[in-house]
Structure formats: structure tokens, C-alpha cells
């Protein structure tokens, strides 16, 4: 099974991305991904079996045991690609706390002898996949006030034609504090 660890968003912050979306929808087309799967990325573990699957909810069991709801503070849009093709995310604050359950959750993967996307970790959200981004500025975006991710879950990634559906295989409270 296709598996990554996230942020889940609480509905008013989800809302407000969505919001967003379809404001950047009218001047940037693009494949928009649906409401339902926004979230904050910690670690994509790709193709995972039900034993490491297992491991990898310890993992986030291990990481999340210290953790607070993890403030979301927007900072702007970015993209990964190129500019006719690209990726567009909503650009989150690199909070000491969200950093640092990133760092914690990889570091008890890879203890568990799982593997993940080594990449730096960027916190955003993802808004569309194969945008197509003008050179005019864009102006008078509404962004999402801050938030707090109440939870860390850990999903499958069910791959279509019509694009990911995600499903909830564990998740845990953050609620230290």
C-alpha cells in the first residue's frame, strides 16, 4: 500500500484553503485537489506492507507523545516544478514545534527500518497538481488565518483516474499541554 504520515487540518483551516483554491482556480487552471485531502505532509513512505505499516503507526505513536496541537501559520504560495506545470501549495510558517515532530517521527521510522522521501521538509498544502501559473501578480487572495492541526494520521494513498483518494489507516491526538 502507498503510505504517508500528515497533519490532519482542523474544518474552519480547510475551509479557508479551500476558499483559496478556488480564488487561485479562476486565474492559475490547474487539477485542484478536493477539500478532503488537504493536509500537512510529515513523511511519504511510499509502498508499505501491513507489517511496516504496523511499525509506522508506533512511529507516529512515538512521535506524536510530545506534541502539542501544531500551529499553521500560512506564509504565501510556492510551487515545485515548473511554472507551466507545477505544483502550487500554501506555503506554512517552519514552526519549531511542527520542524520538530517532522524530525522526531522520521527519526523513529527510520529507527523501525522504514523508509521514506528523504527530501527537506517544506511544510504546505498542497492546492493543485499541473497548474498553470501566469507572470501577472496575484492579488487579492483571501489566505487562511492560523490554525492548530489537532491530529497526526497516518494514510493510504489509493491511487485513480481520478486522482488520490485518502484513507485513515491510524491517527493519533495531539494533546500534550
Known sequence: ?????????????????????????????????????YHVTLAFLGDIGEAEARRAMDALDEAAA???????????LGTFGRPRDATLFLALAPDPALVDLAARLRAALSA????????????????ARRARLGATPLEG?????????????????????????????????????
Not at 528523504?118 to 498542497?126: E, G
Not at 492541526?149 to 481520478?162: K, M, N, Q
Open 1 to 37: 500500500m502507498r503510505a504517508f504520515a500528515a497533519l490532519d487540518l482542523d474544518e474552519g483551516f480547510r475551509d479557508d484553503v479551500a476558499r483559496l483554491a478556488r480564488q487561485l482556480s479562476v486565474v492559475a487552471p490547474g487539477r485542484y485537489l478536493p477539500r478532503e485531502n
Open 66 to 76: 510530545a506534541a502539542a496541537p501544531i500551529d499553521l501559520v500560512p506564509q504565501g
Open 112 to 127: 523501525r527500518g522504514i523508509g521514506f522521501d528523504a527530501k527537506a521538509f517544506r511544510p504546505h498544502v498542497t492546492l
Open 141 to 177: 487572495l483571501a489566505f487562511p488565518l492560523p490554525a492548530r492541526a489537532p491530529r497526526a494520521v497516518l494514510y493510504r494513498s489509493i491511487l485513480s483516474f481520478e486522482g488520490a483518494r485518502y484513507k485513515e489507516l491510524y491517527a493519533r491526538d495531539l494533546d500534550l499541554g
